[in-house]
Every structure is written in C-alpha cells, then in structure tokens.
RNA sequence: GCACUCGUAGCUCAGUGGAUAGAGUACAAGUUUCCUAAACUUGGUGUCAGAAGUUCGAAUCUUCUCGAGUGCACCA
C-alpha cells in the first residue's frame, strides 16, 4: 500500500491517450515526480506531470494540465478537488474517505509497497582491528552499518553482513607481542618494555591472564616459538570480546573474513594475475606526499596498480619495501574474493579516517570485475562526545579512549543506536551524555518511546480491537487525526528513500514526527473528555484501530533501528 | 599542495531540481481532580557561506572563492 505509487500509476493511466494525441514517447516523460508539497495550500500531494509533459510535447504545460486533469477526474472519485497552479503543477486534495480507506487497507506487511529490484548484498562494516576493545569512533559505523542492513532486509533484499578481520601484518605482530611482554610480567616478573610501538593499555593484560589461564602454552621462553599459537590465542581473546560488545548492541555479522586466510590461499596472486593481464599492473615510482612532513622518504620503486584509471588520485602501492604485500594488496585480494561469491552489490562502510581509501577499494573493485561489480561506499564522519558541555578528549595513545562498552554501560544500547542514526553519516556528529540521559523531549530517544509506550497503555484497556468497516472511520474527521494517516502513508516512501540513499537518519527524524502527531494527539484528551482516544462513547473503535496503526509502524521503526518497543514507562 | 565531507534561524540540525525553506532547542506565556506532564498549546525569526553558470524553476546540479573537519609512499 502506497499512495505514491498509486496515484503516479493513475496518471500514467491518465496520459496514455495524450501519448498518442501529441505523438510523444511515454520514456521522455515518466520521471515525473508526485510528492507531498512543502506548502500545504497546496494539496496533500502534487505532480510536475503537465510540465515534464508540456516541454517534450512543446505545448502549454497549463492547457496540459487540464486535459490530464479531465483524464483523472473520470478514474478516482475520492478526490476532492485538482487544482491547476502555474506554471503547471497538479495539486491534488484528497476526501477524508481517501484516507480511511487507506488505513483501513493497511496491512501489516508492506512487502508490496515497495517498487525495488531486489538483490542480493554484501556489507561489510565494523572491520575494526583485532587489537583491541572497539571505541566510540567504531560505534558510529556499526550501527550505521546495522541499521542499513536492517533497513535493506526489511524491504525486500537479501543482505549479507560481514567483518573482515585484519589478522595480518606490522599492527598483530606488535599487538602479540605486547601481550606475550604482559604474559612475562605475570608470569616471571619481566617489566614491560617502553616500546612506543607496543600497546600499553589494561586490556592487554586481561589477555594476558586468559591466555595464561587457558594453559596451552606451557613454554613462553622464546617470542618466535610462541608467536603462531600466542597470535590465534590473543585474536581469539580479542575477537570475543568486539563480538561481545557488538552484541550488546544487538549487532551480529553473518560472516567473519580473515585476512590471513586470504594472504594462507593466495588470492592475491589471482587477483595480481588479473590486473597484470590487463596492463594495470607496473613497476614505477611514486611522487612524495606533500603538506605533511614525511622524513624517512625516498624515491623507490615499487609494483603499482594502476587506479588512476579507475578515478583515483595516485597509483597505489601492492608491495612495500620489504617487497612483503601492502594492506591494499590484501585488500585487492578480498575484493576479488567478495567478486567471486557474486552479489549484485557491495557496501563498504568506512570511517571518515579511512574516506581516503574509498577511491582505490573502488577502483580495484571496478578493474577486477570488468566494471560489472556494482560497489557503493558509505562513509561516516567523527563523533564528538560533550560531557558537562566540554568536549571529551579522546587519545588512544594513553589508553584513555572512550570503549564502546563504556558508552553502553552508561547510557543504554537504546540511546547509542538511536543517536548514532539521528544525523546524516556526511555530517560529524556531537554526542552529548547530558542530553541523551535526560528524561525529557530533548532526548528524542524516550520522546518516540514514550509514544509507544502511551499506545500500549491504551490497548492495554482494550480487550479486543474491533473489525471495522470503511465507514466507521468516518468518525476520524479531526485534522489531527487525518495528519496522523497522511504520515502514516508517507512511511513506506520513508523506508523506500532510506534505502535508495543508504540514509537510515531518515527512518529516526520519521518516527519523531509521528510521535509527535501522536503526543498532540493523545493531549487533546486534556481539552475534554469528548476528545480523549478511549471515552464514554462508544465511538473510540476508530481511535483505537487509527493508533493500533501508529503501533504498527513505530514498532516496525524501532525493529529496524533495533530499540526496544516499552510497553511501560 | 591534493582528495573526501561539511557550511541552512542565537544554538543543534532536517530538507527527492519544484511553489511562501522547516523541526527541535533557547526565550516568553499558558495547559495536569481526566487514557502516563518523560507530554501538549501559542508566540519570530533566515544574505540557505559568497560569486557565476545550467534550468521554466536551484539550499539541492556544475565551476570558482572563502571557512571548518578528516586523510594523504611503504602502516592497518
């Protein structure tokens, strides 16, 4: 059930004979748009129609408006009125029946609502490093992350999470090591050393005791002996320990990749092989960054894959100095594995400390698939956190950073996946722990929770929500009350837009606004008795059946944003 | 220097190429013997950073300028 839909197929309907009569394609004028207007003298909703008409035809876009304005009049008769507004927009009024017989078709499901090609998608996000605990600035990107898929699934597609597990490389050796100089300080009093590369922080401790705890390695003598088996160990430790964060969030991948693997079955050999079949492959010399100061450069060459070709700005590097493969390489060799296992798209949710790496994903992604591979990057910008109206320094160097778990801890896995969708992901986003923790409209969080949590209370009184016919929601003749069904219909576009834009903020500003119709709603009660939902009269069947539909629909929002639906408050 | 993102009301931010650009907050005044006041009502705000261009129409698209954030061989 979908108005826009509805009312865009009746006016195709309604052209079809202007089609012939001025000779044009029915191609040149099908994007035109039906929309709610801003202005609400307008109408509920309007049409550019006559004017994307008008220009192909070279006709008066007026004169067109009115024959398709005739066209239309014969087929819908819950209209009330089209008006005809230069230069050349339908705007169309809609009888309240129109509306009650929208809500009354309602269905819980909306799986026909949405025009999509369904398909078949991989997500990768989270990928943080299994070097430790994740942090605010993760958070933002995993339940970004989340909620797109969640959304994605909801209308129709077939959606895959995955995180890829950065197993390889300087970043583990060092992490391993730091938790194998733990271990020592443990087990044989050995002080840590102050290494600036290793990691100091607490956590690596705790590894330290469940590895020794575990008792499978019996000998930590020599650093080289242990490293295969202390590394398993240490990422395992790790890895349960993002996993169970996560799951604090409700966040739970389908698929773990790790990088290791890749480098064990020699993707990248493949994917090398391809590039280089191609001509993308050389040995070349890369210019010096400028603006920051690098001081250990120096001109070298190195085996390049061509991504400029593909848009991005420079060459980039496959193999380092050590004539070891780069991170990228690895990563060409994921993509290529991702290829392989053919989905028709794939989304990369990135931090905005890695929006530079955007072009060459997917420039590789796009060179290794012929340009076949449809590939969508999603970044998210910085989190700032405010506490007592003063930014939170954050620096990961003493450890002090601020973990996901603390954030949960403090204010609830509701509020984070709430607030974390409450911007779009271009902007940088402020977290503010005094707001989020108040009781109040600020925090937008209880404020849509609350509204459902007033809805059951009353349906808690109901014992049996009556089949109703079309005709006894013609006691819902309030503006409010209409409103409240005009919003309704607009969830569906809601959703429809949220996805095609990979812009779950949509879905939190959405469930806002329709919590607020409710509140108003809901508060006209305090006016009189006449106007509460539920009253002496026995005309509350409508009501009931009209907010029964707000439930609905909140509850399918906080299913996607994944908050909890509070009977109580 | 280059790339990406942002710049909209005092503040925090929405805004599918559409018409007179919207919310919240702050500020002020009111609403509760009554379905949960964690709520509601009523008040006015704009050089959409600036300039040019494309268009019947631009906050939205293009180019340039200014300002903020992030990143910039080999790390991951």
């Known amino acids: 059930m979908n108005i826009f839909y509805n009312i865009k197929n009746l006016i195709r309907e309604s052209i079809e004979p202007l089609i012939g009569k001025y000779n044009i394609n029915f191609k040149e004028v099908e994007n035109f748009t039906v929309e709610i207007p801003k202005n609400k003298n307008y109408g509920d909703l309007s049409s550019n129609i006559a004017i994307i008409f008008s220009k192909v035809s070279k006709t008066n876009p007026l004169l067109i408006a009115e024959e398709i304005k ?34 009354h078709n309602l269905k819980e499901s909306f799986s026909t609502s949405f025009d999509i090609k369904k398909k078949k998608i991989l997500l990768e996000f989270v990928s943080a490093n299994p070097t430790g605990p994740l942090h605010v600035g993760h958070c933002r990107g995993a339940i970004f992350g989340d909620t797109l898929a969640n959304l994605l699934s909801f209308i129709g597609n077939n959606v895959s999470r995955e995180y890829y597990i950065n197993d390889y490389g ?37 590894i330290a005791k469940n590895i020794i705890k575990k008792n499978i390695i019996k000998n930590f003598d020599n650093f080289n002996d242990v490293f295969e088996n202390l590394k398993i160990l240490s990422i395992d430790e790790t890895m349960n320990m993002i996993k ?13 990749i790790s990088e290791s693997n890749l480098v064990k079955k020699n993707i990248i050999d493949k994917a090398i092989d391809i590039l ?24 070298r060459k190195q085996l390049l894959f061509k991504s400029t070709n593909f848009g991005d700005d420079i060459d980039r590097a496959l193999k380092k100095s050590d004539n070891s493969w780069t991170y990228f390489a690895n990563d060409l060799a994921y993509h290529l594995d991702k290829i392989e296992r053919k989905y028709d798209l794939l989304i990369n949710v990135l931090g905005a400390d890695h929006a530079g790496y955007l072009k060459r994903q997917i420039a590789c992604t796009h060179a290794l698939s012929n340009n076949r591979q449809e590939i969508i990057s999603k970044v998210c910008q910085l989190v700032k956190l405010y506490k007592n109206g003063e930014p939170l320094k ?77 005709e006894d929601l013609d006691e819902l003749d309030n503006d409010i009350e209409i409103n409240i069904i005009k919003k309704i219909s607009e969830w569906p576009r809601c959703l429809e837009l949220s996805a095609n834009h990979y812009e779950p903020h949509r879905i939190t500003f959405y469930l806002y606004e329709l919590s607020s119709l409710f509140h108003t709603y809901w508060n006209l009660g305090n006016e009189s008795n006449e106007l509460k939902i539920l009253n002496s009269n026995n005309d509350y069947n409508s009501r009931v059946f009209l907010i029964s539909k707000i439930e609905m629909v909140l509850k399918q929002g906080f299913g996607i944003l994944n908050i909890k639906a509070l009977d109580k408050m």
Not at 83 to 90: A, H, M, S, Y
Not at 183 to 199: R, T
């Open 170 to 206: 300087n970043q583990i050796t060092y992490f391993v090591k730091s938790v194998y100089y733990r271990i020592l300080e443990l087990e044989k009093k050995k002080k840590f050393p102050n290494d600036p590369d290793l990691y100091p922080s607490n956590y690596i401790i705790d």
């Open 394 to 470: 954050m620096s990961k160097r003493a450890g002090d950073f601020v973990t996901l778990k603390n954030l949960i801890d403090e204010v609830g896995s509701d509020v984070v996946r709430f607030m974390m969708v409450y911007r779009t992901n271009d902007s940088e986003l402020d977290f503010d722990f005094d707001l989020v923790k108040s009781q109040s409209k600020d925090n937008p969080v209880y404020y849509v929770q609350y509204a459902y949590a007033r809805i059951s209370s009353i349906l808690r009184k109901v014992k049996k929500i009556q089949a109703l016919k079309i």
């Open 70 to 103: 005739i066209q239309i009049c014969k087929k819908l008769n819950l209209l009330n009125s089209v008006d005809i507004v230069k230069p050349g927009f339908l705007n169309f009024k809609f009888k309240n029946k129109f509306w009650h017989t929208f809500l």
């Open 244 to 256: 169970n964060d996560l799951s604090q969030i409700g966040i739970k991948h389908d698929k773990f």
């Open 276 to 299: 280089s079949k191609k001509n993308l492959i050389y040995d070349g010399v890369l210019p010096k960054p400028k603006g920051n100061e690098v001081d250990d450069w120096e001109p």
